[in-house]
């Protein structure tokens, strides 16, 4: 394989980054819930991460995406994206990491656990909830 | 039911909200992953939020926890509390907000649903993975 590297975004990635945003919602056959729109030229993947709070363990980092172009798969770069995530995890003090992935993704599923994680989902019965603009519109009166 | 007022938390609320984090973990059968310490007095419920990042809808609030005690369940103030949260979320600028519920907890599921929220684990198929932290330092090779 072609040596990757992998590195944190900077700002004239977006175009770059737009692109990849919309391969993975055509994965994931949720095309028709992307909101955003440019266009722009080369990176092969990446994860967007961010930092919650878990009540109990404290500060904690969700990986809110990671995506790979096809092309790509099955040279270990999900992995290397995930090990950085993970170092960045420990660099900002946060024990735990988090991320989501959609059940029929037996690849994904297969690798994170590879990897060490859980599926809580499995082994404790959590569900994701999400109340989407107009619902949250209503809750508040608005 | 007695009245009750919705308020954000401040600084001398830590002692009773760490009660009431520790009613929760009860609740969930979760006691033995509590690893906070400390003891304090009156508040009757609580939600615990931050901010994340939706790859295609951009910020999202997400509600980490939220609980009210048992004696001051059925007089709606978890809805009340998950409104709050709504009005912050679009104070704030954010279209959607998630939540996460054990799937044995039909109560809470009803509410949410009753008050517009989606199961995405059901329609979607959403997992949430988690590596905790021995598997997250073994990631980052630490």
């Not at 967007?48 to 363990?57: A, V």
């Not at 590879?114 to 499995?122: I, P, R, V, Y």
Request: glycine share 10%; charged share 30%.
């Amino acid at each position: 394989m072609a040596s990757v590297r992998i590195r944190e975004a900077k700002e004239g990635d977006c175009g770059d980054i737009l692109r990849l945003i919309r391969e993975l919602a055509e994965f994931e056959n949720l095309s028709h819930q992307v909101k955003i729109s440019e266009e722009g030229p080369c990176l092969v993947g990446y994860g967007i991460y961010c930092f919650i709070y878990s009540t109990w363990k404290g500060r904690t980092i969700y990986l809110e995406d990671i995506y790979v172009m096809p092309e790509y798969r099955g040279q270990g770069i999900g992995s290397k994206i995930i090990k950085k995530v993970a170092e960045v995890a420990l660099d900002k003090g946060c024990s735990q990491f988090r991320l989501a992935v959609l059940d029929w993704n037996q690849r994904a599923m297969d690798l994170y656990k590879a990897l060490g994680a859980q599926d809580l989902t499995e082994a404790e019965g959590w569900h994701f909830f999400c109340f989407e603009g107009e619902a949250t519109r209503k809750l508040a009166g608005k």
